[in-house]
């Protein structure tokens, strides 16, 4: 079943004043369709389009032209009635009020979402235990860090238990532990209530952590779509090997092998697969060298993401 | 409804533990009432004892009611909705099964009635010790609807005004001209009497007029109990106006990244 649904979606913005004034393509034709209870990372480089994508999934921004569905309705003509089905949180935007507590705000979002109130008491309490959050929620929302906040503004955005979940770079400016804990949370909705993720970010570790599958913008048009680890798999043209000589060995010279680094005893190669298997490299350097140890991983996601958006792939 | 209900109790109860915020606009509107009931007194004085029908008793009390109304909402509330839509901080807010307009308004009502009624408190005393108590029973008792009315005209209208950053992206020039409307054609710096009398018409039947002059005219002693359905009328008018403007203005929203 379809969670959401886009044809050639598109949209134009006017830019500048006067003479300079121009028509600004931010989204060129996007057609996906995400399922229910997917983990969609929708990722590209700034000015990419991704935030105005969200913007015409969630109702706020009216396309130019195109087709898009969310949960069968059509954002921008059933923006409230869409609102109760779907959570949206921008990382760089809060949604709660800041001169109150976060249960207060809660308690104010429940009677906009139209929750029962024992339902909606009871909600708040089992967020706030899942959040991690039951020593936060009756503090002032200003005197909340930014991890803790954005904790809070988590809870806000899944309190009235939303079929889709749509995150805009939901962990930027937060610390390494938070992110993770944030990450931690948002699959944890996914695989206990089925809550479909529509994810973008820059951070490749959420993508890695919370994505299953990965649609790339660029430029306003879908350039990539396909499975995290597919797409791992085949872009991945290089392996990394780590490799601890026994002795120095001088220079290493293997076809389709290049050396990065190498300190005394530790070489870093990076193997063109395209050119020699890993196989091949392996058996070269035990037949030729005294190896202590070898280490073989695939480059860093974030290698691979770059290269689609330089359109290298 | 609920959760209009919900907003203007919560904005209230905020507005009351802010007590530092509430102290520095009360004791502004006091020194305010101290000025001009001194410069009212001497200049009804200097004309023989009243003003276009207006005594310095029930001129003061005009002018506590008038100055009270318009002071308990947000001095800058047109420029900072303003920039809420430029800025596409509003987004957030449009992202709830609720009318935005409806919600902002709902909570400037719960501030803005704590301010209402801190400032008339202390107005009224100022007032009353200065040149006794009001002029009229019938006329205070019309007094409360109208103040109330006063303020919801007065939000409304700043939230239709402040609408034009949809479209202009920057509503500091409205907030401008707003309040020198409300200053000048409202009755809030003197009463519309006091105009020449086609302007004084023209004021009269304008939206401003409901702000300031209408619960300060009841105060002042002038039983008029049409004024509140003019106000009501322009109640329900501002706030069709306001929804209006914030429905149009949302479908050509542009908001820019993230």
Same mark, same amino acid.
């Given at each position: 079943?379809?969670?959401? !649904?886009?044809?050639?979606?598109?949209?134009?913005?006017?830019?500048?004043?006067?003479?300079d004034r121009r028509r600004v393509e931010a989204v060129r034709d996007i057609t996906f369709t995400v399922e229910r209870g997917e983990r969609l990372a929708y990722i590209g480089p700034n000015g990419a389009g991704k935030s105005t994508s969200i913007k015409m999934l969630t109702g706020i921004l009216h396309p130019t032209r195109g087709e898009a569905t969310v949960l069968g309705l059509v954002p921008w003509t059933q923006r409230r009635e869409l609102a109760r089905r779907i959570g949206t949180l921008f990382g760089q935007r809060s949604q709660l009020w800041f001169e109150l507590t976060t249960r207060q705000t809660l308690h104010l979002l429940a009677r906009i979402y139209r929750l029962d109130a024992g339902d909606a008491r009871r909600r708040t309490d089992e967020l706030a235990q899942l959040l991690d959050a039951t020593d936060l929620i009756d503090q002032p929302v200003r005197s909340l860090s930014l991890g803790q906040r954005m904790r809070c503004e988590l809870a806000a955005t899944?309190?009235?238990?939303?079929?889709?979940?749509?995150?805009?770079?939901?962990?930027?400016?937060?610390?390494?532990?938070?992110?993770q804990r944030f990450r931690e949370m948002v699959v944890r909705l996914n695989e206990e209530r089925g809550t479909t993720v529509f994810l973008t970010s820059h951070d490749v570790a959420d993508i890695e952590?919370?994505?299953?599958?990965?649609?790339?913008?660029?430029?306003?048009?879908?350039?990539?779509?396909?499975?995290?680890?597919?797409?791992?798999?085949?872009?991945?043209?290089?392996?990394?090997?780590?490799?601890?000589? @026994? @002795?120095?060995?001088?220079?290493?010279?293997?076809?389709?092998?290049?050396?990065?680094?190498? !300190?005394?005893?530790?070489?870093?190669?990076?193997?063109?697969?395209?050119?020699?298997?890993?196989? @091949?490299?392996?058996?070269?350097?035990?037949?030729n060298y005294a190896i202590a140890d070898i280490s073989v991983v695939d480059p860093p996601l974030e290698q691979v993401i770059s290269e689609i958006y330089e359109g290298r792939t | 409804m609920s959760a209009l209900v919900a907003q203007v109790h919560l904005a209230a109860r905020r507005t009351l533990r802010q007590p530092g915020e509430l102290a520095v606009?009360? *004791?502004?509107?006091?020194?305010?009432?101290?000025?001009?009931?001194?410069?009212?007194?001497? %200049? *009804?004085?200097?004309?023989?004892?009243?003003?276009?029908?207006?005594?310095?008793?029930?001129?003061?009390?005009?002018?506590? %009611?008038? +100055?009270?109304?318009?002071?308990? *909402?947000?001095?800058?509330?047109? +420029?900072?909705? #303003?920039?809420?839509i430029s800025s596409g901080a509003?987004? *957030? =807010?449009?992202?709830?099964?609720?009318?935005?307009?409806?919600?902002?308004? %709902?909570? =400037?009502?719960? =501030?803005a009635v704590v301010r209402l009624v801190a400032s008339l408190a202390v107005g009224g005393v100022i007032v009353w010790l200065y040149v006794g108590p009001p002029p009229s029973a019938a006329g205070i008792a019309l007094f409360v609807p109208a103040s109330l009315l006063a303020v919801g005209c007065n939000l409304a209208a700043q939230h239709a005004f402040a609408g034009a950053a949809f479209w202009l992206r920057d509503a500091r020039s409205t907030w401008f001209l707003y309040q020198k409307l409300v200053f000048l054609l409202g009755g809030m710096l003197l009463p519309l009497e006091f105009l020449p009398t086609g302007l004084a018409d023209v004021a009269k039947a304008l939206p401003f007029a409901a702000m300031a002059y209408a619960p300060a005219r009841l105060a002042s002693g002038h039983v008029e109990p049409w004024l509140l359905l003019v106000q009501a009328a322009w109640l329900v008018a501002l706030l069709a106006c306001a929804g209006g403007v914030f429905? %149009?203005?949302?479908?050509?929203? =542009?908001?820019?990244? #993230?």
């Open positions: 079943m379809l969670a959401i !649904s886009t044809t050639e979606l598109s949209k134009e913005f006017t830019a500048g004043r006067g003479r899944v309190l009235h238990g939303p079929e889709v979940l749509f995150l805009d770079e939901p962990t930027i400016g937060l610390d390494l532990i938070a992110k952590h919370v994505a299953d599958r990965v649609v790339v913008i660029n430029h306003g048009t879908i350039i990539y779509d396909d499975q995290v680890g597919r797409m791992r798999r085949s872009l991945l043209q290089t392996k990394l090997l780590e490799v601890r000589f @026994e @002795e120095a060995p001088g220079a290493v010279e293997i076809d389709g092998v290049q050396v990065t680094h190498e !300190s005394d005893t530790v070489y870093g190669l990076v193997v063109d697969t395209r050119r020699v298997s890993v196989r @091949e490299v392996l058996d070269d350097l035990l037949d | 606009r009360v *004791t502004f509107y006091a020194v305010i009432l101290v000025i001009f009931s001194a410069l009212w007194s001497a %200049a *009804t004085k200097a004309n023989g004892g009243s003003i276009a029908g207006y005594t310095a008793h029930s001129l003061l009390w005009y002018v506590a %009611a008038a +100055e009270g109304s318009v002071i308990a *909402t947000k001095p800058r509330m047109i +420029e900072t909705i #303003g920039w809420d509003i987004v *957030t =807010e449009m992202l709830r099964p609720a009318s935005v307009v409806g919600l902002r308004l %709902a909570a =400037e009502l719960g =501030e429905r %149009a203005g949302e479908r050509r929203l =542009e908001v820019v990244g #993230g």
